[in-house]
């Protein structure tokens, strides 16, 4: 065997030429040579970002999940700028017979909250001028919770007569004072979820306490009237069954620094002009702008 020969056998065998690179992965084979340990951070982060990555019918989801949260309703701001001007005078009977009309400025704060609280357990149902009379003659009985406590039924009941529903009215303020007395010291819950879980308090009640009694916008409260109203304008993304669902709807896309208005400015709206039947559509300034307006 010639010299040639001999030094070809006597060689390792040359290593193998490396695999194909895909273009995506050039960079990190290009810096991969000049050191290693980078390639493998890269390599493995890009195959973090793959494990993470949803099958498809999940990103559909995602992506109709952030439809969802960008969507408002067409011409809000000027539909709710109307409204304020409606009732920029401020003369409907929510503006001066309302829950925030109805507790004495003048009693210890404790027992302001507890009369807030009761003036909305009245009224459920009820038409804020009865409301206002049967508060009237509880604070002229004497309305704390000790008050209430020895209070008779049949007293109780006649004092809050004709307000809807008030035989269970009677039961539930009965079964509510003795709560707060036990567990509160007299005092109201501050949290809704303490709200909530009082015998006849409802989710509109709770919030109106919460911004009334305490201070605190916890969410929006809505009645009969925000319910309509906000049906009616298209203020939801879907036709709501119920006053919770309709709050529910509102919350996903009004901004927060205006929960507190909404409910005084449609209940007086409610109560003027977008009436439960024969609305005033032709006193309105959003006949334009409202599709229930438009409808046959």
Known sequence: MDDEGRGQAGQHPPPPPPPPVAPAEWHIFAEGKKNPSLAKRQRKTQKLKVAYEAPGHEKGESHKALEALG??????RQQLENIRTMRSGKDAPVDWLGVEHCHDPSAPPKVQRYQVLLSLML???TKDQVTAGAMQRLRTHGLTVDSILQTDDATLGSLIYPV???RSKVKYIKQTSAILQQRYGGD???SVAELVALPGVGPKMAHLAMAVAWGTVSGIAVDTHVHRIANRLRWTRTTTTSPEKTRAALEEWLPRELWGEINGLLVGFGQQTCLPVRPRCGACLNRSLCPAAQSP
């Open 71 to 76: 969507w408002e309703p067409q011409d809000w």
């Open 123 to 125: 009224s459920s149902q």
């Open 164 to 166: 809807g529903f008030w």
């Open 188 to 190: 109201i819950p501050a």
